[in-house]
């Protein structure tokens, strides 16, 4: 979720942060619904996971080509690591606090329990436990802040212990080590918890930062190989989304098919199917990001919901729709009534998120710009 730091947009890249805000939204809009097993509803509940795993993946790429180019610099020092993170925290931090603080005052108002809530100020609501109550959306962007941290710090501790002549390799290096580490924290969990349910993955292993940081890294190890292994990147950008679309099928489909449910198979739920997603999305990567521009008419409006995706995100689920079911209980609604509800949700959603884009989140961009 942070913008690439080129004079061009890359209208695939867009595409990539727009369908994934879109897939949350999707997700989030059963809350407005009567609870339901249908097909469709197990559906939008893989899409809200899909859409987070995507900005996961997008800004890993981003953060990845940004640092990487940054580290190669024959300067690169402590400094370096600190003016990288500064811009980082320019692009997320405001807006993170912002919408922390007015998430607050609505649980004041609604008398909702405000649990350990200085947590949230450092991003350790999830680190290594279960994601508490309040806020919840804010769980992807703990795993993110400390995606941001943990990679140039760890590159800048083995640059200066090793001191490698082949600063490339040292960094692949260490990104590859860091997804190794996260991978076999997977593995540990998976043998010392006893997980034999989606819910209790859902919030003990899918949310928890400890467990999904390395998400970012292979959005990171991607961006690695676009910039070291540009003719490899664009020759199969094709054949690379082919068996992205491959593996999205068996993955998404076919473990539905084949029943691969997570009492029977938890090493594969609790090691595997994260990882697996990752490198499955990151795969349509070299096609996106190399589909420059477009002539298709919906081009601008891919565009402005790729820009304000961030306020979609933080201001979609805690702000307007908990405000919406409080002040209208939508279990006495007909259906057709809900179908407005959800269109009235999704009008308050995108205005205010293009006010907050445009009045608070691009002049701070633009602030940053100048320091």
């Known amino acids: 979720m942070i913008e690439r730091q080129q004079n061009e947009r890359i209208f695939g890249l867009d595409l990539m942060r727009a369908a994934a805000i879109i897939l949350v939204l999707s997700s989030h809009v059963l809350w407005i619904y009567p609870p339901k097993s249908s097909i469709i509803s197990q559906f939008l509940q893989l899409f809200g996971f899909l859409g987070v795993e995507l900005f996961f993946v997008l800004s890993g790429f981003l953060i990845g080509t940004i640092f990487y180019k940054l580290y190669l610099k024959d300067d690169f020092s402590i400094q370096s690591v600190f003016y990288f993170l500064k811009r980082r925290w320019f692009r997320t931090l405001p807006n993170y606090y912002l919408f922390l603080l007015l998430n607050t005052l609505i649980a004041l108002y609604i008398g909702y329990s405000l649990i350990e809530w200085w947590k949230y100020m450092f991003f350790l609501q999830n680190f290594h436990t279960t994601m508490l109550p309040f806020f919840p959306e804010s769980w992807s962007l703990s795993v993110e802040e400390f995606a941001y941290v943990g990679l140039p710090f760890s590159v800048l501790l083995v640059t200066y212990l090793l001191k490698p002549k082949q600063k490339k390799y040292a960094f692949i290096g260490v990104v590859i080590a860091l997804i190794l580490i996260l991978f076999f924290s997977k593995y540990y969990y998976n043998a010392t918890t006893s997980n034999t349910t989606l819910q209790q993955w859902n919030v003990s292993l899918k949310a928890v930062v400890w467990y999904r940081i390395d998400s970012i890294f292979y959005g990171v190890a991607m961006s690695w190989i676009a910039l070291n292994h540009q003719s490899f990147w664009i020759k199969n950008k094709v054949n690379l989304a082919f068996i992205g679309t491959v593996m999205a099928v068996l993955m998404f489909m076919?473990?539905?098919?084949?029943?691969?449910?997570?009492?029977?198979?938890?090493?594969f739920w609790n090691v595997l199917y994260l990882p697996l997603t990752s490198i499955t999305l990151a795969l349509f990567l070299p096609y996106l990001s190399e589909w420059r521009s477009t002539k298709l008419p919906f081009k601008s409006v891919i565009e402005l919901t790729s820009k304000i995706?961030?306020?979609?995100?933080?201001?979609?689920?805690?702000?307007?729709?908990?405000?919406m079911k409080h002040f209208f209980n939508t279990e006495t609604l007909a259906t057709y009534q809900l179908h407005f509800y959800t269109l009235v949700f999704l009008v308050i959603t995108f205005g205010l998120s293009y006010l907050n884009y445009r009045f608070f989140e691009r002049p701070i961009m633009n602030f940053r710009d100048k320091i």
Do not use: A, N
């Open 309 to 323: 995706s961030y306020s979609i995100y933080l201001i979609h689920y805690g702000v307007v729709l908990q405000l």
């Open 254 to 267: 076919g473990v539905g098919y084949f029943r691969i449910t997570i009492d029977q198979f938890p090493l």
